[in-house]
Structures are given as C-alpha cells and as structure tokens.
C-alpha cells in the first residue's frame, strides 16, 4: 500500500476485527463505535450518491462521511464551519498562544478519569488566565481566551494539554476602557505556571474527598487519601509547563493558526508512511531532541499494528465532552455585547459574519450541501441517484478517461 493511499481507516479495516476480539472487555463503547465510524467513513456502508458531470456527462460516486470527531476525513468542513462563526470575533489586536500541560503522573491518572480531569485542565487554565489578567499587578483587566483541548503527544502518546488563543488586553474593570498588554508581553509564563499548579492540585484534592476520581491498575492504592497526599507531595514541588509565544502577525494568522488546531485528530493520514509485516509506520515530531532547538527533529516511529490502534483509541473524548471552549470575554454567555463593547472602545466597526448566531461549538450530524466540481473539466456535478447505507448503486458509473 503506498503511502499516499494510506489511511487510519485501512488500518482499523485491516485490524480492527481482531482487536475487538482481544479486547473485547478493554474497549468502552465510545471506542467501539470511533472504531466503526472509522472503518465505515465514505464507503457504501454508510450510503451515497452518484454525482454527474454537466459538462463531460461523467459520473462519480460519492460516499457519505461518518461525520464523527475523531475521524481524520470529516474534519475540514466542521473546521470552516468553526472558523467562519469565529472570524466574527476577533479583535483588531495581538493575540497570544499561550499552553496549560498536566505533567506526566497526572496524565496517568486522568485517562481513568477523563470528564472530571479534562474538565479541570479547562476550568483551571481558564480560572488562570483571567484571575493573573484581573490582578492590577499585571494587567488588570477582563480578558477572554478560546481552549482547545488536544490529548496526544506527536508519538501519540497521552499527553493532555490545552492550547489558548488570548486577545493582548481586556476591558477595565468599569468597562469604559480598552487595557491593552505590553507591546510583545501578554503575562508573566511563571505567574501563571505557580498560580495553575497550585489551583490544580486544590481541585484534584477536592475531586478525591469527593469520590469523584477512579483509579486500576498501578495507582489503585491512589484511593487510599493517605496515598494519595504522598502521591501528590512531588508534584507541588517540580515546575508545571506553561508556555507563551508571541502574538500573532494580525487577525488572519490567527485564523489560519486556529484552522490547524481545533479540528485535529490525534494524527493525519499524511502522517501515515506504511502498513505492512512490521506494523504502522508513521511520522512524528521528537521535541526531545535538542540538536535544533529551533526546530523539533522529524523522524519516523513503527508500531505494532494493535499498538498503533491502542494509543490512537487512547484520545476518544468522553460522549458530550466539547473540546472547544470559550470564557471570559469571549464566553457565549454575553459575548456579543462584551465584543461590541470592546469594538467601540477600541474605535473599530462590528463585524457581521455569515456565521453569526450559529452554535459554532455544536456537533452536528446535518449534512452541509456541497458545491461539487468536476475534477475532470471542471464543471458543475448534479446529484442524480441516492442511495442508503448498504444499498448498492444500480451500475457502477464509467471510470475516469473511459468513453
């Protein structure tokens, strides 16, 4: 199979089967079905329709998507879908990427505990960056932030960390003026770092007292509060890894910026190299390596097949949990007129996108209505057949360069 061809969906169609064999009793539901989505994504399972050509009368068929967020297929559209509702929010100012990690003991335990863990890296780098932002020390001022969540290292690893994308400035507390950030410098990464730790692990104490944390395996003796306070004792003494780069290059950079981040799946299929006896081969980033500290050295990994499968599963989300998060400024709860006000002090015109008033965070199965073209001439394709999930299509449509 060449590497051009490959996909995450061959793999699972290759080896899936046997892995749920296995793993009958390991894998959970969501898994299961991220499984199946996968495996059925824009084949005939899953239903279509044949397009036709109203230039050169071609015919083609076109297999429905499975539309699910883990599937590296059915990502693009629900990205330009996010970013058009987005565009409408961005402010004529530099914007900050700013990134909350759990260090490694924490990520052990938040992959039994996802909802409650994940939900706390986002409440935390939230609750962070507007309490340092509010302090007069440093800013003083409301600022708002999207989060992204991404749960993978480029190894595919459990890594869970949140990316933020941060306006450089906020309203002032009276709300009558725009407080805007040393030009080059949103917040103190140190500040932070000390201030997330330490809410942190407050939360995660809580979340213990209150039986909300699971713990298998090697950290089951974690249920113990005796153990779990030793268990905790390092960690307020290493430092947690809290990173800013420096703003972005005006609104549209960071459009294109966000167009990489919020859709992403744990890997591409572009990443993919090869299936073959040896397992998966895939490329990937080692940051570790400090021959360039510019930039990460790109090598290639080769995993056992079910291993490849196991870490890829290792990042299903649990059912309902968002991703994407809004807070502060930006918050969906009064983001309107906390936007409109921000405009006006910062003497600029609203801006209307064709998105607006859409639910930009919402998962949804409506389909979105194509333009399709023809990759031959170019012309516009009509729909001309339909057909449901696991019908076949009356005859197959002529090959691409047949007469």
């Given amino acids: 199979m060449g590497p051009s061809a490959l996909e995450v969906a061959d793999i699972f169609r290759a080896h899936g089967p046997a892995l749920r064999l296995a793993q009958r009793s390991h894998l959970s539901l969501g898994q299961l079905k991220v499984m199946t989505a996968i495996e059925q994504c824009r084949t005939q399972a899953l239903g279509g329709h044949v397009l036709r050509c109203t230039g050169c009368a071609r015919d083609q068929v076109s297999y429905n998507s499975c539309r699910n967020r883990h599937c590296p297929k059915c990502q693009s559209q629900a990205a330009k879908r996010w970013l058009e509702a987005r565009q409408a929010d961005l402010l004529p100012v530099d914007y900050y990427h700013v990134v909350f990690t759990l260090p490694a003991p924490i990520s052990d335990i938040a992959y039994c505990n996802k909802a409650v863990v994940y939900g706390m890296l986002f409440e935390i780098a939230a609750e962070t960056l507007t309490t340092i932002a509010a302090d ?48 080059g ?23 213990h007292r209150t039986g909300k944390l699971q713990f298998f395996g090697d950290n089951v003796g974690l249920v113990d509060p005796k153990s779990f306070a030793r268990w905790l004792a390092p960690l307020r003494k290493i430092e947690w890894v809290v990173y800013a780069k420096r703003p972005f290059a005006g609104p549209e950079a960071v459009l294109a910026y966000l167009s990489r981040y919020t859709h992403r799946v744990a890997i591409a299929n572009s990443r993919l190299v090869a299936m073959d006896e040896r397992g998966v081969t895939f490329k990937w980033k080692d940051y570790r390596d400090k021959s360039n500290p510019d930039r990460p050295r790109h090598k290639t990994m080769t995993l056992d097949a079910d291993e490849f ?18 807070f502060g400024l930006i918050a969906n709860n009064g983001r309107k007129e906390k936007l409109a006000l921000a405009r006006e002090l910062l003497h600029v015109a609203t801006v209307v996108s064709s998105a607006q008033g859409a639910d930009a965070n919402a998962v949804t199965d409506e389909p979105v209505r194509p333009n399709f073209v023809c990759t031959h001439c170019g012309a516009h394709m009509l729909v001309v057949e339909s057909f449901v999930r696991g019908q076949t299509i009356r005859a197959p449509p002529l090959a691409l360069g047949a007469p």
């Fill in 309 to 326: 499968m196991r870490r890829f599963l290792l990042h299903v989300l649990p059912m309902g949990f968002h991703r994407i998060r809004h």
């Fill in 136 to 183: 007069p020390k440093h800013l003083g001022a409301q600022v708002g932030a999207t989060l992204v969540l991404h749960t993978w290292g480029s190894a595919l690893t459990h890594h869970p960390h949140v990316h933020g994308i941060v306006p450089g400035g906020g309203l002032s507390p009276d709300g009558k003026r725009w407080v805007s950030c040393k030009p």
């Fill in 185 to 207: 410098f949103f917040l103190s990464v140190r500040v932070l770092s000390r201030l997330f730790r330490r809410r942190f692990l407050e939360a995660l104490e809580q979340a």
